[in-house]
């Protein structure tokens, strides 16, 4: 949501996130050049909903993990919208590693608005005060691409109905993925166990096999695994499980690693490898 920042639409090549196709490259080169010169390094963090809610402070964590592996002077100003890390179960373990590990690295401003951005002074006005820097990583609000809003299926994300995932404004339609407005994690493991799910459901459908879950039935809904990554070497599992009993909201329940650990960080590239077999064979 480009206009949900002032200053930023018209200096967006400045600022690369990584969310678009290869902008990865840019962001690399970006760090890189952070790591040869120093300074300040921005990132900021939008309230919920946002794709893969612990990114943004794992992020900051491995730049600062190469921050004193080369001894780059500066640090990395993390700005957070909400009142701690993301989901609020990571918050106490995520702030003890950035605190215990990279306090001389990593700071940590919560509950700040940003007003606007000026690209050419490289300054963000907040709710705060100015923080001034040298290299950005702006995460913007977010919401589902412009097709769901031409197609009439919702504003800023897709209403759909649990457990379905039927979009209540088109009963031919199904929406998973971070285009759908359940409030779920926005994280690639609940998008591929969904649209496992409407897969199935919709072949059960031709086959004449489907049936519907009743008012008041409670379904377990995809769940998902996953990771913040403190350094190459450590890291906090995420565990969100979900149910619903149809015609409710959803509850979504976490478990949280209460510290980083070598054991988790081997089980998030295990996780990975599993996930990108699945996916693609």
Known sequence: ???????????????????????QSAVRRQVATFLDQGGHYLITVPKPPYRCPPAPYERACLIAQRMKEKGTKGKVIVVDANKGPMPPPLAKPMLTAMREMYGAQIEYINEVDPKSIDPGKKSL??????????????????????????????????????????????KSIFVV??????????SGHIAFGAGQQVGEQILATIAGKHKAADLGDEVTLPGAICWGKVSTSLAIMINVTSSVVVGDPPKVSYEVDPAANAASSKGAMDWGRDMWNAMLG
């Open 1 to 23: 949501m480009e206009e949900a920042l002032p200053g930023y639409a018209g200096a967006r090549d400045q600022f690369p996130v990584g969310f678009r196709a290869f902008e």
């Open 125 to 170: 006005a907040t709710s705060k005060g100015d923080i001034p820097f040298q290299h950005a990583n702006i995460i913007l609000p977010m919401r589902a691409p412009g097709l769901i809003r031409k197609a009439g299926l919702g504003e800023r994300f897709a209403g759909v109905e649990l457990p379905s995932f039927r979009s209540r404004a088109d």
């Open 177 to 186: 993925g971070d285009s759908q407005g359940a409030p779920l994690p926005k």
